[in-house]
């Protein structure tokens, strides 16, 4: 695989092949590439460690590198996951937050290795792009909620 001239580098502390191989097996159109060893050891490691591994998420080139634990990860960064429907909504926030993740509120979740998701029916998406009342009630129904709940968006819609 070509390496693309923009793609999302994301720093774990040395796990970056378990996380894309999760990743890999929980999102469609989504894999793992190549993995890069050290050719000799270094001051945090050996000779053979994995360095970097390319990976896509839904279709979106990444490099996950192993820098170590001094680089965390804040929900400044994030990747945001339109789903179709509840069955959609659950599959996705259940394997990541199943996965020793964490919940947070307004769809948003932790992986196990820290990266920040958030799992967002097209639903409250719409709701919000439409503004007015129906945006002020769909928004005001998920400030409650953690994992969104979309039969309660769609009745906030409706008024």
């Known amino acids: 695989m070509d390496t693309p001239k923009n793609l999302i ?6 796990d970056a092949e378990q996380a894309a191989r999760f990743y890999a097996e929980v999102f469609p159109n989504s894999s793992v590439g190549a993995v890069h060893r050290a050719p000799a050891d270094y001051p945090s490691g050996q000779a053979g460690d994995v360095l970097t591994v390319e990976f896509t998420v839904l279709g979106i080139p990444c490099i996950g590198v192993n820098g170590g634990p001094y680089f965390k990860h804040t929900e400044a960064f994030s990747f945001q996951i339109a ?22 509120m307004c769809g948003w979740c932790k992986d196990r290795w820290g990266v920040s998701w958030q799992i967002t029916p097209r ?11 129906e945006a002020k009630r769909a928004f005001t129904a998920m400030m409650n909620m953690r994992k969104i709940d979309v039969a309660a968006i769609d009745e906030a819609r409706r008024g």
């Open 123 to 133: 639903t409250l998406t719409e709701a919000m792009s439409r503004g007015g009342d």
């Open 9 to 14: 580098c994301i720093m774990y502390d040395k």
């Open 83 to 104: 789903t179709e429907d509840q069955a959609e909504t659950d599959k996705y926030w259940n394997a990541i937050v199943n996965n020793n993740g964490k919940e947070s």
